[in-house]
Nanobody, 115 residues
Framework: QVQLVESGGGLVQPGGSLRLSCTAS????????TYWYRQAPGNQREWLAR???????FYADSVKGRFTISRDNAKNTVYLQMNSLKPEDTAVYFC?????????WGQGTQVTVSS
């Protein structure tokens, strides 16, 4: 069974950095576009970035210049490097991916930006 697992969340001070990972496991034949989203309490889920199978990145304006998405196909892992974090970046971060022509969500990882 295909699974997506996020990791790397935690507590960080404003201005700090975190790197999130999204790793796919199971019987994988193909991973197409992978997405990162976040959801803060009381808010809708917000799209942040996506990366195509070929490695082309795209970003929401809210994170452009601060967040970088990348992928390691050998490890079936997509990363989200987050720099210059702000308190308003506090949320649960989710990855979503098209794997084997189906769409999967991870369980999310909490990111808290606070002094």
């Amino acid at each position: 069974q295909v699974q997506l697992v996020e990791s790397g969340g935690g507590l960080v001070q404003p201005g700090g950095s975190l790197r999130l990972s999204c790793t796919a496991s199971g019987p994988i034949f193909r991973i197409d576009t992978t997405y990162w989203y976040r959801q803060a309490p009381g808010n809708q889920r917000e799209w942040l970035a996506r990366i195509t199978a070929g490695g082309s990145p795209f970003y929401a304006d809210s994170v452009k210049g601060r967040f970088t998405i990348s992928r390691d196909n050998a490890k079936n892992t997509v990363y989200l490097q987050m720099n210059s974090l702000k308190p308003e970046d506090t949320a649960v971060y989710f990855c979503n991916a098209d794997i084997n022509w189906q769409n999967f969500w991870g369980q999310g990882t909490q990111v808290t930006v606070s002094s």
